[in-house]
């Protein structure tokens, strides 16, 4: 079964600063990664998606992630933060149960503050 | 607009009493699925569903029931609530799949006192 590790539960950054959310996961064969953003009090939103097509991957609000197998990490980044990007965020990937049931396996979470 | 209602956002009950969180999305998607969230967890996936025909059990099942009678619904049954079950609770759904998009809905925060 796959599995999701984000290594630090709260991140903190200064506006402007580059922001870094840690992203490992268990797999043999390459996974379908995502990273989804929880805005307080609201859903969970896409982010970006990885599909094999590129190991960059750019998604909404000027993030991007990089696939990267020999590290079996989906590191999520942004050269500048925004006081906007306050967020809690999710790295997940796709997996499929013995009894063939889709199921999308998230990190804990990582709860990114931006300091002004 | 493209979305996933759940009702209610926010419900407090007291332990057995059976009660419902409805989900309604309005996309044509064929793939929905309930998570709860809970401090230090991330989410967990309770049931999901592939269609109108095929529906099965997620991770953390125990205690839930699903129903999708039609496409558009698929509401989460507590037929006999208990205080562990207090957590957030996301409805998410997508056109197909779990490798493509899931669009979700605001949450459902329940307390079971």
């Known amino acids: 079964a796959q599995s999701v590790t984000q290594l630090g539960s709260h991140v903190s950054v200064s506006e402007g600063a580059l922001v870094l959310l840690r992203c490992n996961y268990s797999?043999?064969?390459?996974?379908?990664l995502f990273w989804y953003v929880q805005y307080p009090n609201q859903g969970l939103q896409l982010l970006l998606k990885y599909t094999s097509a590129a190991t960059l991957v750019k998604g909404i609000n000027g993030f991007e992630a990089e696939f990267k197998k020999s590290e079996t990490s989906f590191h999520l980044t942004k050269p500048s933060a925004h006081m906007s990007d306050a967020a809690e965020y999710f790295c997940?990937?796709?997996?499929?149960?013995?009894?063939?049931?889709?199921?999308?396996?998230f990190g804990q979470g990582t709860r990114l503050t931006i300091n002004p | 607009e493209a979305q996933v209602t759940q009702n209610p956002r926010y419900l407090i009950t007291v332990t057995g009493k059976k009660l419902t969180v409805t989900c309604s999305q309005n996309?044509?998607?064929?793939?929905m699925s309930w998570y709860r969230q809970d401090p230090g967890l991330g989410l967990r996936q309770i049931y999901y569903s592939m269609n109108v025909e095929v529906t099965d059990k997620g991770d953390v099942p125990e205690g839930y029931k699903v129903s999708r009678k039609e496409k558009r619904n698929f509401p989460l049954i507590l037929e006999s609530p208990s205080p562990n079950q207090t957590s957030l609770y996301f409805c998410?759904?997508?056109?197909?799949?779990?490798?493509?998009?899931?669009?979700f809905g605001s949450g459902t925060q329940l307390s079971v006192l």
């Open positions: 998410a759904s997508s056109l197909s799949g779990l490798n493509e998009k899931l669009f």
């Open positions: 997940a990937v796709s997996d499929l149960s013995l009894q063939g049931a889709q199921k999308l396996v």
């Open positions: 797999s043999s064969v390459p996974p379908y």
């Open positions: 996309m044509n998607h064929e793939y």
